[in-house]
Every structure is written in C-alpha cells, then in structure tokens.
C-alpha cells in the first residue's frame, strides 16, 4: 500500500524560507518519481520539482530554480521541499505526489497523492 503525506506548511513573511516534507510509504525509491506540485485558488495544479530514483530524471519549474530544493531521506523514507526567499506568488496548498518510472510535470500522470499542505506568505 502507498501512502503520502505533505506537511510542515504554514505562514510566513516574504522572503522567508519553509521546508515542507512528505512522508511515504510502501513506495520504494528505487522504482519510482516522486514529485511536488502546487494549487493556489482559482488557478490549475502546476509542477513544482520531481526526482526519479528509477532513472535520475528530473525536473524543477522555472519558478523554482535557484530557491527551491528537493531531497530525499531514503532511511526515513521522506522527501523534502526546501523553499527560500519566498514570494506571494507562491502561496498555494503544496502535495507531494509519486509516479512509477521518469519524471513527469503534468499532474495528471501521477498515480499517488497525499493531501496538500497550505503555505501563506504575507507581503
């Protein structure tokens, strides 16, 4: 059985840093791509990152680069979304979300999702 949870959201200032985590299991690395996506109002479910343990693919948003990291914990099987100097643009309900096989950005290929976790930056 897979199972994934999103959580360590919250509120912060603009320019602040979050780190949101996920937790799994029954899902082995190895195998599959975990991703991370975001959903502010009004708007459509958009990719964030995603690293494949299955064949190393990656992918990370233009929005992302250069502020955003994931990492992995394989022993405490959890994936991580450290996120730095943040925007109000980036206030969504953030989900972690895994795949078998390469990474992908649509969200419509991702088979495992855990719910979201609501990040708020104020300006």
């Not at 059985?1 to 509120?11: C, D, S, T």
């Not at 299991?25 to 996506?37: C, E, K, Q, T």
């Not at 494949?52 to 394989?74: E, H, L, M, V, W």
């Not at 979300?97 to 290929?109: H, L």
């Amino acid at each position: 059985e897979v199972q994934l949870q999103a959580y360590g959201g919250g509120l912060v200032q603009a320019g602040g840093s979050l780190r949101l985590s996920c937790a799994a299991s029954g899902l082995p690395f190895d195998v599959y791509a975990i991703a991370w996506f975001r959903q502010a109002p009004g708007k459509e479910r958009e990719a964030v990152s995603c690293f494949s343990g299955a064949d190393d693919s990656t992918y990370a948003a233009d929005f992302a680069k250069g502020r955003f990291i994931q990492s992995t914990d394989n022993a405490k099987n959890a994936v991580y979304l450290q996120m730095n100097s943040l925007k109000p643009e980036d206030a969504a309900v953030y989900y972690c979300a895994a795949k078998g096989n390469t990474c992908d950005y649509d969200p419509i290929s991702f088979d495992y999702w855990g719910h979201g976790t609501q990040v708020t930056v104020s300006s």
